[in-house]
């Protein structure tokens, strides 16, 4: 077990110094900083000093080693556009984004799951039939016109809720929250409904296939044989095995999570990392552009080793340190 644990972090490692390398070299491309950091009257020397005191003039391989082992410290250099190290403005942005991910997951998760059982034991009602109608919709329809369409509805028409901005926060340490006023709850809503509804429907969707493939299982009719009874059977050995493929995607779908945040994030103008790396990139703001996807990758490197163990609490054939290893 923790031989896998420790392979997995290595492989993880690596995947972290890939995303790293990629990303480095491909924002060397988008545009020159140092044309939008100074003004038109700026002489050609003082770019070149300018230049040479962000490192540009060094070769990409210095540059990249040095961005790494710096980046190991918890260190991302400083922004182009706002002067400030990179690590103190994710840091600012990263409560709005993960407050909003870990809803959004949530409702995605715990609704997903919840009609895609539903569907599958009712499989012939009216409901589950209305419900399997919906989740095409959310399939179908991409990300900034459901958020644009709860806006217009919710915020525009209604009312009720407000189409922009995080509401009034409340800091606890360095974390900032809106979950403990009015405001900040009224605007989480539209928001964690935009980006979970996608998930939502896809989780529901899987969890339905897997739950009729399971029920058709032999063991089930083994349990009905049996005399078990039927909430039995559903609940405790149909959902259990319905869940290990799931997890999965809903792991993946939890790393995604984050980088569709950019999408509802620009949508409502949600002061968080996504919304960051859109002014980043629209002003070659490289530094926050890499240590962003680097964040990204770290993310779906943690949300996998997670999934992997979960694999294990669900399947008691896979807690052997051979079954580990294949």
Do not use: C
Request: aromatic residues 12%; positive net charge; without cysteine.
């Amino acid at each position: 077990m923790i031989a896998y644990i420790l392979r997995s972090l290595a492989q993880g490692a690596l995947v972290l110094l890939a995303v790293a390398f990629i990303a480095f070299s491909m924002f060397r491309f988008v545009g020159d900083p140092v044309a939008n950091m100074v003004g038109q009257e700026a002489t050609l020397q003082d770019r070149q000093e300018l230049r040479e005191r962000l490192g540009l003039e060094r070769p990409f391989p210095v540059q990249f080693a040095i961005f790494v082992g710096n980046a190991v410290q918890g260190d991302f250099g400083v922004s182009y556009r706002q002067a400030r190290p990179v690590s103190a403005l994710m840091v600012e942005r990263l409560p709005a984004t993960l407050e909003l991910a870990i809803l959004s997951a949530l409702f995605a998760t715990v609704i997903g799951v919840g009609f895609g059982v539903y569907a599958a034991i009712r499989r012939d009602g009216f409901l589950a039939n209305v419900v399997m109608t919906v989740s095409l919709v959310g399939v179908s329809l991409p990300t900034f016109l459901i958020g644009i369409g709860l806006i217009y509805v919710f915020a525009v028409e209604l009312r009720w809720l407000p189409s922009f901005g995080r509401g009034e926060t409340v800091r606890i340490g360095w974390w900032t929250t809106g979950l403990l006023t009015e405001s900040g709850l009224k605007s989480l809503v539209l928001p964690v409904l935009t980006l979970g509804f996608f998930q939502l429907t896809l989780i529901m969707r899987l969890v339905r296939s897997e739950m009729l493939e399971v029920m058709r299982a032999d063991f089930i009719r083994f349990a009905r044989a049996r005399g078990i009874p039927e909430r039995t059977i559903e609940f405790r050995h149909a959902l259990r095995n319905t869940l290990i493929p799931v997890v999965t995607i809903a792991g993946l779908q939890l790393g995604s999570i984050i980088a569709f945040a950019i999408v509802t994030e620009t949508v409502f103008q949600w002061p968080g990392l996504g919304s960051l790396f859109v002014q980043a990139v629209q002003f070659a703001d490289v530094p926050v552009m890499a240590a962003y996807l680097v964040f990204v990758a770290f993310v779906f490197v943690v949300v996998n080793l997670l999934v992997d163990l979960t694999y294990v609490l669900l399947d008691p054939r896979l807690r052997g340190g051979k079954a580990l290893a294949k």
